[in-house]
T-cell receptor
């Protein structure tokens, strides 16, 4: 375990479903991130939270809705997704605040398939 | 967890040889660089980082070289082992907000 745990590891959903991805970090870090890793693009930053406050929304469609109830937990709520949203969704955390030169610790990812 | 389907440059090396993985970055304002390794079914794992006030940094069997003049970063792996087989990503922090921007990755294949 890397200290960042993501569930579920695999998810298949229809375009009309609503589901959520969960991330939990056990490292005492203050910042958490969602990244998208798709088959045709490099890692893309989606959302950033610092001390539960969203500091970055990288022009992500509203069908993705993040939630950060505390600095250890991060959710990504999914609804009315499109097949092109199929990807590996990676959660990460960092000790220092976003934008500082600090290492991100990643989870193993949630592999999402949208039918 | 690898970027399946992405056309990644591939480096194939013999076990025991040294590997050099290269990365070109575009933003001259970047002052922090980092290398990650991603094995199949896993998330990216930190390998080594370097700040722009250095041109070389060594870890265990790995060395990162930074050439700011030509905006080039390289990762050298000594005595490459089968367990080093993975996709390697470089990242820089030169964009707005100093968030990390990742490159497309290089697949390293180690032949026994």
């Amino acid at each position: 375990e890397t200290g960042v745990t993501q569930t579920p590891r695999h998810l298949v959903m229809g375009m009309t479903n609503k589901k959520s991805l969960k991330c939990e970090q056990h490292l005492g870090h203050n910042a958490m991130y969602w990244y998208k890793q798709s088959a045709k693009k490099p890692l893309e930053l989606m959302f950033v939270y610092n001390f539960k406050e969203q500091t970055e929304n990288n022009s992500v469609p509203s069908r993705f809705s993040p939630e950060c109830p505390n600095s250890s937990h991060l959710f990504l709520h999914l609804h009315t997704l499109q097949p092109e949203d199929s990807a590996l969704y990676l959660c990460a955390s960092s000790q220092d605040r976003p934008g500082r030169a600090n290492v991100l610790t990643f989870g193993a990812g949630s592999r999402l398939t949208v039918l | 967890g690898e970027s399946v389907g992405l056309h990644l440059p591939t480096l194939s090396v013999q076990e025991g040889d040294n590997s050099i993985i290269n990365c070109a970055y575009s933003n001259s304002a970047s002052d922090y660089f980092i290398w990650y390794k991603q094995e199949s079914g896993k998330g990216p794992q930190f390998i080594i980082d370097i700040r722009s006030n250095m041109d070389k940094r060594q870890g265990q069997r790995v060395t990162v070289l930074l050439n700011k003049t030509v905006k080039h970063l390289s990762l050298q792996i000594a005595a490459t082992q089968p367990g080093d087989s993975a996709v390697y990503f470089c990242a820089e922090n030169g964009n707005a907000g100093n968030m990390l921007t990742f490159g497309g990755g290089t697949r390293l294949m180690v032949k026994p």
